[in-house]
């Protein structure tokens, strides 16, 4: 199946979706530190695009999560890890832990 034009992760609505979910929390769902000024999906987009065959509803707040990554240009590096998070997660499953870890995932 072909994927649609436009990536769900550029626009106006995700910038809002991103902001919402760092104003609720800033601390990294993956590894516990506080800081996070971006979102991670928590299923990733095209995991998302090859279960429902679209994007409506990837960016929804209960598909994203804090972590520490880039936003645009501007480098987010957890201030005590030194990880972008959410870049070493890439598209990875989570594994589902009762509480976030400072450790390789």
């Known amino acids: 199946m072909p994927q ?3 990536d769900p992760r550029n626009g106006a609505a995700y910038r809002k979706a991103v902001a919402l979910c760092v104003s609720n ?3 990294c769902h993956l590894c516990g ?3 996070a ?3 991670d999906h928590l299923i990733s987009v ?3 695009f090859a279960m429902f065959g679209n994007y409506e509803g990837v960016n ?3 598909n994203l999560a804090p972590a520490h990554g880039t936003m645009g240009m501007v480098e987010n590096r957890c201030p005590v ?3 972008l998070c959410n ?3 890439g598209a990875r499953a989570l594994h589902h832990e009762p509480q976030p870890r400072s450790r390789d995932w």
């Open 4 to 6: 649609p034009k436009g």
């Open 33 to 35: 530190h506080g800081g």
């Open 60 to 62: 929804a707040q209960t």
């Open 46 to 48: 095209k995991k998302w």
């Open 37 to 39: 000024k971006t979102a």
């Open 81 to 83: 890890c030194h990880r």
């Open 87 to 89: 870049q070493s997660r």
């Open 25 to 27: 929390s800033d601390i």
